[in-house]
Antibody, heavy 121, light 107 residues
């Protein structure tokens, strides 16, 4: 069974940093692109970033470029999201999600349970 | 960015009813359109990919159709466990974008 378990969320002050992790199991991790998607409280879904299976291709939404860094350790089947210079508008539940296919551009399934990041003083 | 507009934003229907949600893209996205279900307090779940393909394990009462800019998601016979919010999502162009969601309730 494919499982994704996020961790690392918490309360952080504006301007602070946080690193999220997503531990994967049940599939050959290096064969699939992985994404981060966030959801602000009471709001809709917002795609954040995606990384190819080999880590050669990465993409970000404009509002997080230069502040967030996606990475992966295929030997540990783990995806990361390093977040710095955090802002109040980054407050959200962050989900990691597996690409349905080997290519970066595909549907996302399944998703992890999410980890809450709260940016507040 | 490609804008995805869903309608309606919410609906209330009876068990057994046919439910239809539409999603309009601001530009041609071919068939690069997915549908997700999010139950309260849970992570989203993929139901339909590439506009009309049913994800493995998803009940056949769910279906999708459309191409280019107009897409439709249908539940042929609404069940109590189908309550939640449904989102369309395009991946034709970065950034991938979602519709604002359609909240489905039981009447």
């Amino acid at each position: 069974e494919v499982q994704l378990v996020e961790s690392g969320g918490g309360l952080v002050q504006p301007g602070g940093s946080l690193r999220l992790s997503c531990a994967a199991s049940g599939f050959t991790f290096s064969n699939f692109a992985m994404s981060w998607v966030r959801q602000a409280p009471g709001r809709g879904l917002e795609w954040v970033s995606v990384m190819s299976g080999s880590a050669t291709n990465t993409y970000y939404r404009e509002s997080v470029k230069g502040r967030f860094t996606i990475s992966r350790d295929n030997s540990k089947s783990t995806l990361y999201l390093q977040m710095k210079s955090l802002r109040a508008e980054d407050t959200a539940v962050y989900y990691c999600a597996k690409s349905l296919d080997i290519v970066v551009a595909s549907a996302m399934s399944p998703w992890g349970q999410g980890t809450l990041v709260t940016v507040s003083s | 960015d490609i804008q995805m507009t869903q309608s309606p934003s919410s609906l209330s229907a009876s068990v057994g009813d046919r439910v239809t949600i539409t999603c309009q893209a601001s530009q041609d996205i071919s068939n690069y359109l997915n549908w997700y279900q999010q139950k309260p307090g849970k992570a989203p779940k993929l139901l339909i990919y590439d506009a009309s393909n049913l994800e493995t394990g998803v009940p056949s009462r769910f279906s999708g159709s459309g191409s280019e800019t107009e897409f439709t998601f249908t539940i042929t016979s609404l069940q109590p466990e189908d309550i939640g919010t449904y989102y369309c999502q395009q991946y034709n162009d970065l950034p991938w974008t979602f519709g604002q969601g359609t909240k489905v309730e039981i009447k």
